[in-house]
């Protein structure tokens, strides 16, 4: 029954740019990259609750190794180098990282991506002499939205199954108690990195299958943080950890903040810290499961002796 | 040799808090760690667990060396423990709870082994109806038996009780004392760190004691308790308090 109704879903989302006009669709590929982003994040953040700000380095990354290889590799192998090149980068990232606890992992992510940016702005103005690069790839926006849309049933199926897997498990003992998790047998480090690596592979190709939609790419358009704040926002007010979570977040949020920047384009960074610091305080586990809370108040936990 | 410290030393800072402790354990053998308060009893069970690495000394278990091997390795070679402030995962069920060392610990059961496993657990321990509950919502007790049930899912070779039976009522301790002389008779190998000293003579064959990170006795449990050393150092702490 829920394969059927997943699969009728499917079909929908896949004949829906068929109907929508240019801006339709335009929307959507922007719509449906938030979809991937959010749920891939929430695939580590989720369940060992380590706010990443890392998004847009990975993201960035992506778009750029397709600024690079477009004109030089056929445009699966270009992909194929950004899934490597986000996977090698989250490798690197995740050893020396995680085992910086709770704010020191937030301000390390986010001054990542800075430092990406500013290394690879340096290495374009030094070495290779070009600011900018041009992607001339023949994709339409449909072509894209199609591949973001499998990307999004790669990311929930990945979701799905890490549920109810061992690794499912791990994580969320992780989230609540590494000394305890790895007490238990469970190799916390280890755990940490190939979830964190998935998600960041992700993220990276979501960057490389949007990147032909700029057509002109520099680091500035690329790394810009908001991307790393509106996926953290998406997936913690949708609910992190479940599994349609970041997708229920996404949707409306993607609309709103549409909305917001082109009603408020100047004001829209500061409702959006507004907006971050109010759900990474007020509602670390999403709407969801405020709203359930708020039903069934009763159940109040004892405090310890 | 189930357990074999030698010279094993824990230094944080200046403070030594752990001092060159050798100790021997034999399996089926159920060891009182008795000593004041701040002797390094916790700190000792750290570094059986792999929870602190040792600034010295070596550490065997079941034969094998592993000085300085991470706390999952050592779990994975049998070794589980209780925590002195008791450490449960409140966001996941009872019945999780116990799941995990089961699935990652020396048997990595799954499927139809894994929840008879903690069936099993959980029933010992007396927590079986309530598997479905959030371990979160449980009264202090309760979580210290859940935490004994989750160390017993691994089916270790050695069990640590950093005391597990303090802040139990008279009828709940006399339970804990039967769980467990049922579990040693069962053949697990256990060290019991314990201030409740008649729970330790009903329990422990053999203790030894602490104070300043040194092992000052170690013998049959009655010769331990009254050795000189040993009172003087009990009583040094009652002049200091
Ligand atoms: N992580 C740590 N960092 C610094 N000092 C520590 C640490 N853990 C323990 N100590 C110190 O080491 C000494 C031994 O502490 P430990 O907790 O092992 O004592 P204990 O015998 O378990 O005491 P108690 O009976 O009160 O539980 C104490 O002085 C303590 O303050
Ligand atoms: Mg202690």
Redesign the pocket.
């Known amino acids: 029954m829920g394969y059927v109704f997943s699969a009728i879903a499917f079909a929908l989302l896949a004949v829906l740019p068929l109907f929508a006009g240019d801006y339709g669709t335009g929307l959507l590929v922007g719509l449906m990259g938030y979809v991937v982003l959010a749920s891939a994040w929430a695939l580590f953040s989720g369940p060992t609750r380590y706010v990443s700000l890392a998004t847009v380095a990975f993201f960035g990354v992506g778009a750029y190794v397709v600024a690079v290889l477009n004109e030089v590799l056929p445009y699966p192998v270009v992909l194929f180098c950004a899934a490597l090149t986000g996977a090698g980068m989250a490798l690197v990232v995740g050893l020396s990282t995680l085992r910086l606890a709770g704010i020191y992992f937030v301000i390390f992510t986010f001054g990542l991506a800075e430092l990406v940016r500013q290394l690879i702005t340096w290495f374009e103005v030094n070495v290779t002499g070009t600011l900018g690069r041009y992607i001339f790839l023949d994709l339409t926006a449909r072509d894209i939205y199609w591949q973001l849309l499998a990307l999004a049933v790669l990311t929930l199926g990945a979701g799905w199954w890490i549920r109810r897997s061992r690794l499912g498990l791990a994580l969320r003992v992780i989230g609540d108690d590494e000394v305890v998790a790895a007490h238990a047998g469970i190799p916390v480090a280890r755990t940490k990195l190939v979830l964190f690596v998935i998600s960041a592979t992700i993220i990276t190709l979501v960057g490389a299958v949007q990147a032909p939609r700029w057509v002109y790419v520099e680091p500035s358009i690329v790394f810009n943080p908001t991307v790393s704040f509106l996926t953290v926002i998406m997936a913690l007010l949708g609910g992190a950890n479940r599994l349609w979570g970041p997708v229920a977040g996404a949707v409306p949020l993607f609309l709103l903040f549409e909305w917001l920047s082109a009603r408020f384009p100047d004001h829209f960074s500061i409702l959006l810290g507004l907006m971050f610091l109010a759900v990474v305080y007020a509602l670390p586990d999403g709407v969801l499961a405020a709203l359930e809370r708020i039903r069934r108040p009763s159940v109040l936990k004892e405090t310890k002796a | 040799m189930i357990l074999e410290t030698q010279g094993l030393t824990k230094r944080?800072?200046g403070?030594v808090?752990?001092d060159g402790v050798s100790l021997a354990v034999r399996p089926g053998e159920v060891l009182g760690l008795l000593?004041?308060?701040?002797?390094?009893?916790?700190?000792?069970l750290?570094l059986i667990s792999g929870a602190?690495r040792p600034s010295g000394g070596g550490l065997r278990i079941g034969g094998h060396d592993m000085t300085g091997a991470r706390p999952d390795r050592i779990a994975r070679a049998g070794v589980a423990r209780t925590f002195?402030l008791v450490r449960i995962l409140p966001s996941l069920t009872l019945k999780e709870n116990v799941m995990v060392p089961a699935a990652y610990g020396p048997d990595r059961l799954w499927g139809d082994l894994l929840a008879a496993r903690v069936r099993d657990c959980l029933s010992a321990v007396g927590l079986d109806a309530r598997a479905d509950q959030s371990a979160g919502d449980l009264t202090y007790i309760d979580q210290k038996r859940l935490e004994l049930a989750r160390a017993l899912a691994a089916r270790p070779r050695l069990l640590l009780l950093?005391?597990w039976l303090a802040g139990l009522n008279p009828t709940e301790l006399q339970d804990g004392i039967a769980l467990i002389r049922k579990l040693s008779g069962d053949g697990l190998t256990i060290i019991m760190?314990e201030?409740i000293i008649d729970a330790v003579r009903a329990l422990c064959p053999r203790s030894v004691v602490?104070n300043s990170?040194r092992l000052i006795a170690d013998g049959p449990t009655s010769e331990a308790l009254a050795d000189r050393h040993v009172i003087a150092a009990y009583l040094g702490e009652d002049a200091d308090a």
Do not use: I, R, Y
């Open positions: 944080f800072g403070l808090a752990v000593g004041p308060n701040g002797s390094g009893k916790t700190t000792l750290n602190l002195q950093d005391e760190v201030h602490m990170g």
